[in-house]
């Protein structure tokens, strides 16, 4: 399958053969418990043994390699107090609990295990390879217990165990993002149809791979996120590629992947990347807009929706080369998951995308809303409209969010 072929393109851009970790059980011989046991529960022989599994067991920094869909979710990041916005974190750490990993009380305050996710993924975007790290208890068959209380449309699909201040966000290099589109989003408004039967050819797939190499290079992107001022230095970010790959057909919709690898992104960047895009390939907006966009003037930038974008990988390279081969820790590679990671993400995450596009037209109506957008406005303009607009921008983002965590 062409998507499947696509899901084997993302590989880790730094070989590696994991070692074998220790087993938990040979680490329980070895090492004491430093962290709080759980409450013990008498009522039943199995609570007891658990308990006395669980108190065996130390508290070690690992990494989880995690894979989600995240339709129906207000992003990664947990945000207590407000329960009526579920994420995938307030998932995960009521399964870190149940399954006896962390105490109750590490669930409620997160800082207490030292989490750490990697990218702060926004409201809908799924991830094939997200990383957390943080400090569990090694209990026996981890994985499989913590999977046991999650969702099957969020997995756990490997642990490593890190150094002690290993921090994900902190140590990532680079982050590589997928975002999966219907092909009539290149449609030409004047003289292409418009709909489902559109079909990419050739010189249109090279205008729009030419478009997305311009991104390419270190450029002042405050243009493509709500929080930054052009003066700013953070708002400087560094594209390492960025392309359109060849498109392909599902439930008679075509389809095609953009792929960006980055140092880092900022709330909503990506999405602002691509829209951008799409605005030009349409015929709404000039290609001199891309350069225009890095100068001090402010550009409407529209930001194409969420749904289709997925975090692929992130890449360890400084910390692989520095502790993955010292013999104690692996190096942040999974080749050993690549093919779980398919599986996922062919089961759950392209069938979502296709599915919620043909079901609720999330591309097709936002590109109704593209004639609105004043490519030429001033920037008294903007801002006034800014204004109006700012309340309903802030949903998460689209990488790690670095700066405004």
């Known amino acids: 399958s062409q998507v499947l072929t696509m899901a084997e393109e993302v590989r880790a851009a730094v070989a590696g053969q994991p070692k074998r970790p220790t087993s938990s059980s040979e680490e329980a011989g070895r090492l004491e418990e430093n962290g709080h046991p759980a409450k013990r529960l008498k009522s039943e022989e199995n609570d007891e043994d658990a308990e006395e599994q669980t108190k065996k067991s130390p508290k070690r920094k690992i990494v989880l390699l995690m894979a989600y869909s995240g339709k129906g979710y207000h992003g990664m990041q947990r945000n207590l107090g407000s329960s009526q916005f579920k994420t995938i974190e307030d998932d995960l750490v009521s399964a870190l609990v149940q399954s006896g990993c962390i105490p109750e009380n590490h669930g409620e305050d997160m800082k207490k295990m030292s989490f750490q996710r990697c990218a702060r993924t926004d409201k809908g975007v799924s991830a094939a390879g997200q990383i957390v790290s943080l400090k569990v208890r090694l209990i026996d068959d981890i994985l499989e217990k913590i999977n046991t209380h999650l969702p099957s449309h969020i997995r756990i699909l490997g642990l490593k165990r890190v150094t002690g201040g290993f921090n994900s966000k902190n140590k990532c290099d680079a982050r590589t993002y997928s ?37 390419k290079g270190t450029h002042n992107f405050h243009n493509f996120t709500s929080q930054k001022g052009p003066k700013d230095p953070s708002a400087k970010r560094y594209i390492m590629e960025m392309y359109c790959g060849e498109p392909f057909v599902r439930e008679s919709v075509e389809f095609a992947v953009i792929k960006v690898k980055g140092q880092s992104f900022m ?56 502790f993955g081969n010292d013999g104690l ?32 037209k999330s591309m097709m109506n936002w590109l109704s809303t593209l004639s609105i957008h004043d490519f030429n406005s001033s920037v008294v303009e903007m801002q006034a409209n800014n204004k109006t607009s700012k309340n309903s921008d802030f949903e998460g983002s689209d990488g790690c969010d670095d700066d405004s965590e």
């Open 329 to 360: 820790h692996e190096p942040l590679e999974w080749k050993e998951e690549e093919e779980k990671i398919t599986v996922f993400k062919e089961q759950y995450i392209y069938p979502t995308i296709i599915n919620t596009e043909k079901e609720e």
């Open 179 to 215: 975002y999966m589109l219907p092909t009539f989003a290149f449609a030409h408004k004047d003289h292409d149809v418009q709909e489902e039967t559109f079909r990419l050819n050739k010189e249109t797939l090279e205008k729009v791979n030419k478009l997305l190499a311009c991104y």
């Open 267 to 322: 709330m909503h960047q990506i999405r602002k990347m691509i829209g951008l895009v799409i605005a030009i390939v349409k015929g709404y907006a000039a290609e001199s807009i891309i350069e225009r966009s890095w100068g001090e003037e402010k550009v409407d930038v529209p930001k194409a929706p969420g749904l289709g974008l997925v975090l692929e990988r992130v890449h360890f390279e400084k910390y692989n080369k520095r």
